[in-house]
């Protein structure tokens, strides 16, 4: 039991002792600063059982505690809550059982049902943009949370790798490429097929003035310019299965997959199952045949399949069109259930989707439920909101986008130069110095997203994320690297056990803040949230850095105390490294 949990029982005990009442639950915050105490309770809730005067029931509640619970040192009663100062032995008991776990935080897989996280899911004419960052990274990180807080997880994405968009820049290499290609022009696959879908919407433009200028409305001229036909033409091709057309998706999506696992790779990132809509866009349907049996779905007059979702506050939605094809919600209802056919396991699902598709994950999971699926209450939307950067908006047709490869390396740049503004690694050799302007540029961009709830809009500033002050990640690692600056100097072994000692009041904020972290990544797992472990973490280094200015660790007094103090650095440091691999980021040595 935790903290909060061993009191919780001794405070209900408390209260049935001394008033024969029973309370179902004890509310606690945590102490003003302004008072003394470790933990309080509020003793305001009680008095629905307890009659009395708040003040006079917790005075008598502390004295109880003081006398018959040896974690409970000393009390103070204002007003209404009660602040329960704790012992020090209990806090050395917590540092004595964990200072030597190097995986504090983390619970072994314990489920026999794993979660499939689905995150990036790219469509194959454009290179990864930021974006697809905000996506890639909140998926991944929420994979290795789940990880650490107990699941079992299977990474996945579906690649969007059919259609007309994807038609778009086959034809306009064919018409424009000469037959480049990535090793011919020594650009990444998806960088080349991302050109060739910026001069498709160049051409489809010029050919719309075109048109009308020759008498036709721009709604005539939209659907009638000669590039967009030839493009509908070819994607009917494909479907057709003609041979040339296929041969060419092929070519050039494979351009594009080869591209992606490069920047995956530079991002660092990875999955362990891929889906292509290639694969998928056809199943469904044989579930929506079934559901019509069963009364889930019904048949409109002109041949369209929907399903009612009146009755639960929501709309009708067709799922198949009259002419029999499928629609995106037949595709992923195939999906969902292809994967568990695929990863019999596999109990739940999250989605990592944006904000904007909201109604569709409502309708979907709606759907799955009603047609039996136990698993389908087990499905979660990782809805998250648009990344702005102070420059406006991206449009990928028009080739406005930032591309994340050219991100990476202007994070690193940007780390670079405010490094060497700082002075930081005048010892460093030029291969320290670029690995370490990556590490520090990748955090950087990783925690200025990830601490931001992922429903919130963000702004992204990449100057302003990489600050060595206040909430950002290269503070956060700055202060990792001091630690082991203080641990290489101490040449003091970490033998876990220490003995009694009398705690600054610093050492007790530390310690109070490391026992937060393993409820953090429960929490952060049950709300598919990377943001309460970022916030944590800056927390906790904030703590650490108090402690470090206010009390002499190398120069303690005692050997005791420098061998505490050290140790107790040691395990904050354990914890920040363990915080920030969930997050994907990567924590220096030096810096």
């Not at 080349?192 to 498709?200: A, K, R, S």
Request: glycine residues 8%; hydrophobic residues 35%; proline residues 2%.
């Amino acid at each position: 039991m935790n903290l909060q949990e061993t009191l919780e029982f001794h405070v209900k005990e408390a209260v049935n002792t001394l008033y024969e009442a029973n309370i179902e639950t004890v509310e606690f915050q945590a102490t003003r600063k302004e008072f003394a105490g470790d933990i309080t309770v509020v003793v305001f809730p009680m008095l629905r059982v307890v009659k009395g005067n708040p003040v006079v029931i917790g005075e008598q509640i502390g004295a109880y505690l003081q006398d018959n619970v040896d974690l409970v040192e000393r009390f103070n009663v204002v007003k209404g809550f009660l602040n329960l100062e704790i012992a020090d032995s209990y806090y050395l008991n917590f540092f004595n059982e964990v200072s030597q776990n190097t995986s504090f935080g983390f619970v072994n897989t314990k489920d026999d049902k794993a979660v499939m996280v689905e995150y990036s899911s790219p469509n194959t004419n454009k290179p990864l943009h930021l974006g697809h960052v905000r996506n890639v990274l909140l998926g991944y990180s929420v994979s290795e949370i789940l990880k650490a807080s107990g699941k079992k997880v299977y990474k996945t994405q579906i690649i969007n790798d059919r259609g007309i968009h994807i038609c778009k820049s086959m034809l306009a290499w064919k018409r424009y490429g000469k037959g480049e290609t990535p090793t011919s022009t020594g650009l990444k696959g998806d960088k080349l097929v991302g050109n060739y879908y910026v001069e498709f919407d160049k051409a489809y433009k010029a050919e719309i003035q075109e048109l009308i200028t020759q008498g036709q409305s721009e709604e005539e001229a939209k659907k009638n310019a000669p590039i967009l036909l030839e493009a509908q033409e070819m994607l009917r091709k494909w479907e057709s299965g003609d041979e040339d057309v296929v041969s060419l998706w092929q070519m050039m999506n494979q351009w594009v997959y080869d591209g992606f696992e490069e920047t995956y790779k530079a991002i660092g990132v990875d999955f362990d199952a891929y889906y292509y809509e290639s694969d998928t866009y056809l199943l469904g349907k044989e579930f929506i045949a079934e559901g019509l049996k069963t009364g889930v779905f019904f048949k409109k007059e002109d041949g369209s399949v929907w399903c009612d979702l009146t009755e639960d506050g929501l709309d009708e939605k067709i799922v198949l069109r009259s002419d029999g094809t499928a629609v995106y919600m037949t595709q992923d209802i195939g999906t969902a259930i292809q994967r568990i056919k695929d990863y019999p396991d596999v109990g739940g699902m999250v989605y990592t989707v944006g904000n904007e598709q909201d109604y569709h994950f409502k309708v979907l999971f709606l759907i799955l439920k009603k047609l039996g699926f136990d698993w389908a209450k087990n499905l979660f939307h990782l809805s998250y909101g648009m990344v702005d950067l102070p420059s406006g908006k991206m449009k990928s047709r028009e080739g406005t986008v930032v591309d994340a490869d050219d991100l990476i390396v202007e994070m690193a740049s940007t780390a670079e130069e405010i490094s060497k503004e700082l002075g930081k690694l005048d010892d460093y050799n030029e291969q320290e110095k670029k690995d370490l302007y990556k590490i520090i540029g990748l955090g950087a961009l990783k925690y200025y997203i990830l601490k931001v709830d992922p429903k919130k809009r963000i702004l992204f500033d990449p100057k302003e994320s990489i600050d060595f002050q206040g909430n950002t990640g290269p503070f956060i690692q700055y202060t990792y690297a001091r630690i082991q600056s203080i641990l290489r100097k101490s040449e003091v072994q970490n033998t876990g056990e220490i003995g009694t000692i009398k705690l600054h009041e610093k050492e007790r904020q530390l310690l109070k803040q490391l026992q937060l972290f393993p409820e953090i990544i429960q929490n952060a797992a049950s709300q598919h949230s990377p943001a309460l472990i970022a916030n944590y973490t800056y927390d906790l280094v904030k703590d650490f850095n108090s402690f470090y200015q206010n009390v002499s660790i190398l120069g303690a007094s005692s050997a005791d105390e420098r061998s505490f103090r050290v140790s107790l650095s040691a395990m904050v440091g354990q914890t920040v490294k363990n915080a920030f691999s969930v997050l994907g980021i990567e924590v220096p040595e030096r810096m």
